[in-house]
């Protein structure tokens, strides 16, 4: 005999599992700081490749302007002032990747939490249809 609810309970689940169920399932077998430290190392290396590149398209734009000044400049200032920006671009970065990670990780388990309830209402539903049918 079918069941409806559990009809609509397996849709559900199912369509979870095909959509975000996908994402929230490979970081929930994460431990939450090994999570969050993968993905902000993974960050601070993007966000060094992308500050290195607008730098170089920055140096590349006034390359006339620097060749020509480039004997009057003080280079080791301009080495620390480029130190200084990297330095509080990556740590800007790094902190506002670790609340969006934490935030979606946090999103995932509260998520995960729900497709498990579901499944063990699911099995519920399966011995009860099983008990009575003994």
Not at 89 to 118: H, P, T
Request: net charge positive; hydrophobic share 45%.
């Amino acid at each position: 005999m079918l069941n409806e609810e559990r009809i609509k309970l397996m849709t559900k689940m199912a369509s979870y599992e095909a959509n975000e169920g996908k994402r929230n399932m490979t970081i929930g077998n994460y431990f939450r700081g090994d999570y969050i430290s993968v993905q902000v190392i993974k960050s601070i290396l993007h966000g060094t490749i992308a500050f290195f590149i607008v730098f170089a398209l920055f140096v590349f734009y006034d390359l006339e302007v620097l060749m020509a000044d480039i004997y009057k400049m003080d280079l080791l200032d301009l080495g620390k002032t480029v130190m200084i920006y990297y330095i509080v671009f990556v740590v800007l970065y790094a902190v506002i990747s670790y609340v969006v990670y934490a935030y979606r990780y946090a999103k995932a388990r509260k998520s995960l939490k729900i497709y498990y309830n579901n499944l063990k209402k699911l099995a519920y539903l399966y011995d009860k249809e099983s008990k009575r049918y003994e």
